[in-house]
């Protein structure tokens, strides 16, 4: 989704506002813009269709620089990526706006101000805001209360940065439904929509909350939150180092983030599963309490994090014997659930600013369940904020738009759920015992499942030119052939689905003939053999099958099948999180294979915080 960031500093700016821009690209986007007060106190604006790389490009070849600015990178929601719906928006007399989010009432307000001789020039919402803003400062004066006046007229989601030539050393800023960030600098200060934009600058955040508005100085920061009120809000140092969000020796970031999942699986684990048992607190200090209590799991989530929940439900069921219901966030926000008594809602999300989950978390604190617990990989992230419980996977900064080691540190934390619901529903000690040492071998797992890398590179280009592929799993590897479809379909574009095996003769099978690779993910549990004629179907068909399959699963390559062999000794509670990795790096090869854009899929967003 659209990123921003903003500067006013004793140095010229434009190096800090594209470093800034170019470091918020894996949210997704197709424009970008700049808009400084040049040196005679003018604003002067740049704004290109395409990658930051253009827009930096269009300011060499006409130079710019100033020491308060203002920068976007868009993901279209009103009119198509063009340079005149780009960021910033201008309104009369030198203001400039940059704005991530929808506003719901934007034709009603377009109309009105239509009607007071406002002119537009795009198709967007956030015109709408700028003019607004002219508008108000017009009757009160200043910038701040413009932009406060606004705000309370606005229906929807937004951060907005505003700055505006009367005022030369101030950006405005405002929160509502999306996230926003002020770096605290030495001499000067920043703003952005999350903390990478801003690491080569500072390591200190402010953390702005819903409602909050604020004039970021040079020297000082003035925040009034939602009732007007001056509000104090804490200085937080990141541990994140300025290269944490750098690929590296890599050549793509999802690369990398494949790589790393053993030591992020570890991180997720480390202090908090030791000598055979789950610390509970590492939910937060209320979590045994809740967990005692606990008669229902209630999951919510979206896309990758939606898989993970489907995981989880399998083994909330079969190990901590307690029902298990999961839902797509999207989906859910609009029902009207009946809640059953003491039941746990819990949401999963990397970035902790998906519009759908956060507002389905809303919706839930007033549904009458027990708790609320995320997990998530944002600390600083609005569902961390505003659940009882937390239980943050460590997988560090995620910038590939796939998700792959968020993926299966949610896996991971999911798997010590499960444990920690157990302990309080019938599991002994030596059962916990041992399902922590599952989890505790998943890292070794993955690291050696990492080697099939060059196989499965091999196998890649069998299906570079295939236009569609089906997925097979059971159980709890149904999910983690939904996870493997997402992947192929958003990074190489190829067309996939993914199925629970034995669904396959109720019509899927209709679709299978020598076009159509089928991935199957066999691990040996006690769905195998039944899996296994599952195969015999497609084979029958005519369908080419690859299969990633247990040394014992009894499987082996022939005529129309190939087989993957993966690590032994994978028990069904370690096999979603291990059988994810080479379905990632298939994904990741058929993509290089078709030449797409790996970390930056077309029309698609890390952090999805519109609706
Ligand atoms: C998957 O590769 C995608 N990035 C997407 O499905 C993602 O998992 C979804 O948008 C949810 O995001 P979240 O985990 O940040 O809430």
Partial sequence: MCGIVGAVADRNVIPILIEGLRRLEYRGYDSAGVAILNGSGQLSRQRTVGKVRVLQEAIEETP?????GIAHTRWATHGAPSERNAHPHISRDGIAIVHNGIIENHEELREELAGLGYEFTSETDTEVIAHRIHHHKQKLGDLFRAVRATVAELEGAYALAVISEDEPDSI???RAGCPVVIGVGTDGNFVASDVAALL?????????EEGDVAEVRRQSIRI????GNTARRPVSESALSADAAEKGEYSHYMLKEIHEQPRAVAQTLDERAVGGKLLEAAFGPLATEVFRRTEAVQIIACGTSFH???VAKYFVEQI????????IASE?????????RNTLFVTISQSGETADTLAALRMAKQAGYLSSLSICNVPESSLVRESDLVLLTRAGPEIGVASTKAFTTQLTALGMLVVALAKFHGTDAERERGLVQRLIEIPALIEKTLHLDGQIRELATRFADKRHALFLGRGQMHPIAMEGALKLKEISYIHAEAYPAGELKHGPLALVDAEMPVIVVAPNNDLLEKLKSNLQEVRARGGELYVFADPDAGISSSEGVTVITMPKHVSHFQAPAVYTIPLQLLAYHCAILKGTDVDQPRNLAKSVTVE
């Fill in 64 to 68: 710019v620089a100033g020491h308060l």
């Fill in 172 to 174: 405005i800023l405002a």
């Fill in 200 to 208: 080569p600058v500072t390591r200190r955040f402010i953390f702005l």
């Fill in 224 to 227: 009034l939150d939602h009732e």
């Fill in 308 to 310: 993970a929940g489907v």
């Fill in 320 to 327: 901590a014997r307690l029902p298990c219901w999961v839902e």
């Fill in 332 to 340: 859910y926000r609009y029902r009207n659930p009946v809640v059953p």
